[in-house]
């Protein structure tokens, strides 16, 4: 008889979850799902190695382990950190790893340019998602921007560098899934760029995956770029019989034209399956496929109005996180002022509080605030006239 695994307890944002030993506090909070779960731009758990890199998903260690329950001294990256048994972890209810956050994403921007209008990644934008969450208004970065020529890399991807956040991602996904890295962070400082040596194109049957796994728009299909926006297209889920990979793909359809093809993703934007070349950007037929039907998925997305068939509402972790407490509202305005029971157009003077105090038809004696032609604001000089 096999021993049972021991678990973990670890509780995040007042929610306790059993993980086993080893699992990183980011999948721990993925497993309770929600809000508390940390953003993430460079982590990809299909890859190895990835993580650490961007710092969106820092969150606050309030309590070590049972057996240590000191705090730890600064704010960690929760896809890099294990979990210990009885660890306390705060992200969503921790007002200064929201802050830190917030910094995190202006750094993120400081040379990210300003064309989502133009850019095909829009509207399924991880960046765009966590600038909108996280953000601030503006930027205090007064510098110049860096900036980068386009690269035609081989026949069907454009890298636009100037986009980049040097995730690392797809440099994990041409050398593990693709086979063979050609390309790579070169240089160092506020110069590293994702580059090919002497622009060597990147020629793998499977390289078209770098493009699913980028989180912004560095990287896109040349076979899509300008067609269409993505919130005017289905997607539909599909598959083909394939030597090369499993052929489970999903189709981007406006009408009966296939304009796009992409790997079938997860509520993390993960891919489940990677495809290869042939089926990304050489079978654009609906012949070519056999269709399984709409795309299912349960995570809010601007591409969702329409399209997808019995979406299943993301879980709600509010009470949870509030220790079981239901949202309060600041101010009902409703029962405070019973604003809906006076006409306030049929009364001869100001309104009052006596008013709204058992008598609707009391009024102010404020001349300034009588209705014109009545008392000495004859010459209808007070902030009722219209003229």
Same mark, same amino acid.
């Given at each position: 008889?096999s021993?049972?695994?021991?678990l973990?307890?670890?509780?995040?944002?007042n929610i306790t979850?059993?993980?086993?030993?080893g699992t990183?506090?980011?999948?721990?909070?993925?497993?309770i799902g929600g809000?508390?779960?940390p953003?993430?731009?460079?982590f990809?758990?299909?890859?190895?190695?990835?993580?650490?890199k961007?710092?969106?998903?820092?969150v606050?260690?309030?309590?070590?382990?049972?057996?240590?329950?000191?705090p730890m001294?600064?704010?960690?990256?929760? !896809?890099?950190t294990?979990?210990?048994?009885?660890?306390?972890?705060?992200n969503?209810?921790?007002p200064?790893?929201?802050?830190?956050r917030?910094?995190?994403?202006?750094?993120l921007? #400081?040379?990210?340019p #300003?064309?989502?209008?133009?850019?095909?990644q829009?509207?399924? !934008?991880?960046?765009?998602?966590?600038?909108?969450?996280h953000g601030?208004?503006?930027t205090?970065?007064?510098?110049?921007? /860096?900036?980068?020529?386009?690269?035609?890399?081989?026949?069907?991807?454009?890298?636009?560098?100037?986009?980049c956040? #040097?995730c690392?991602r797809c440099?994990y996904t041409a050398?593990?899934v693709?086979?063979n890295r050609?390309?790579?962070?070169?240089?160092?400082?506020?110069?590293a760029?994702?580059?090919t040596?002497?622009?060597?194109?990147?020629?793998s049957?499977m390289?078209?995956n770098?493009?699913?796994?980028?989180p912004?728009?560095a990287?896109?299909? @040349?076979?899509?770029r300008?067609?269409n /926006?993505?919130?005017?297209?289905?997607p539909v889920?599909a598959? @083909?019989? !394939?030597?090369c990979c499993?052929?489970k793909v999903r #189709?981007w359809?406006?009408?009966? %034209?296939v304009?796009?093809?992409t790997?079938?993703?997860?509520?993390w934007?993960?891919?489940?399956?990677?495809i290869?070349n042939e089926?990304?950007?050489?079978?654009k037929?609906?012949?070519d496929?056999v269709i399984?039907?709409?795309?299912k998925?349960?995570r809010?997305?601007?591409i969702n109005a329409?399209h997808?068939t019995?979406?299943?509402?993301?879980?709600?972790?509010f009470k %949870?996180?509030?220790?079981? /407490?239901?949202?309060?509202?600041?101010?009902?305005i409703?029962?405070?002022?019973?604003?809906?029971?006076?006409d306030?157009?049929?009364?001869p003077?100001p309104?009052t509080a006596a008013?709204?105090?058992?008598?609707?038809?009391?009024?102010?004696?404020?001349?300034t605030?009588?209705?014109?032609?009545?008392g000495?604001n004859?010459?209808?000089t007070?902030t009722t006239n219209?003229?």
């Open positions: 008889m021993e049972e695994k021991k973990f307890k670890v509780t995040i944002d979850v059993d993980v086993e030993p990183t506090i980011l999948m721990a909070a993925r497993k809000d508390v779960v953003p993430a731009m460079c990809y758990s299909k890859l190895q190695g990835s993580g650490g961007c710092r969106t998903c820092l606050r260690v309030a309590a070590g382990s049972t057996a240590d329950p000191r001294p600064k704010l960690v990256a929760s !896809c890099r294990t979990v210990m048994d009885g660890m306390v972890v705060e969503i209810t921790n200064a790893v929201l802050e830190a917030k910094g995190v994403v202006e750094f921007l #400081l040379n990210h #300003l064309d989502c209008p133009v850019c095909d829009a509207g399924e !934008c991880d960046l765009q998602d966590l600038s909108y969450e601030s208004q503006g205090r970065y007064e510098f110049k921007r /860096r900036t980068f020529e386009r690269i035609d890399i081989g026949p069907y991807i454009q890298l636009h560098m100037t986009r956040i #040097l690392y440099v050398n593990q693709a086979g050609d390309h790579g962070v070169l240089d160092r400082g506020d110069h760029q994702i580059a040596y002497v622009e060597k194109a990147l020629d049957n390289i078209g770098v493009i699913d796994v980028c912004v728009g990287l896109t299909d @040349r076979t899509f300008f067609k /926006r993505v919130w005017f297209t289905k889920d598959h @083909r019989n !394939c030597s499993s052929g #189709l359809m406006r009408g009966d %034209d304009l796009r093809v790997a079938r993703k997860d509520q934007g993960e891919v489940e399956e990677w290869c089926c990304r950007f050489e079978k037929k609906v012949s496929w399984e039907g709409n795309t998925l349960d809010h997305s601007v329409g997808y019995n979406v299943v509402k993301p879980k709600e972790t %949870d996180v509030m220790k079981g /407490r239901d949202p309060k509202l600041l101010m009902d409703h029962e405070v002022s019973q604003v809906n029971t006076v306030l157009n049929v009364l003077g309104a008013t709204f105090n058992g008598n609707p038809n009391a009024t102010g004696t404020n001349v605030d009588v209705k014109q032609g009545t000495r004859l010459a209808g007070d219209a003229h």
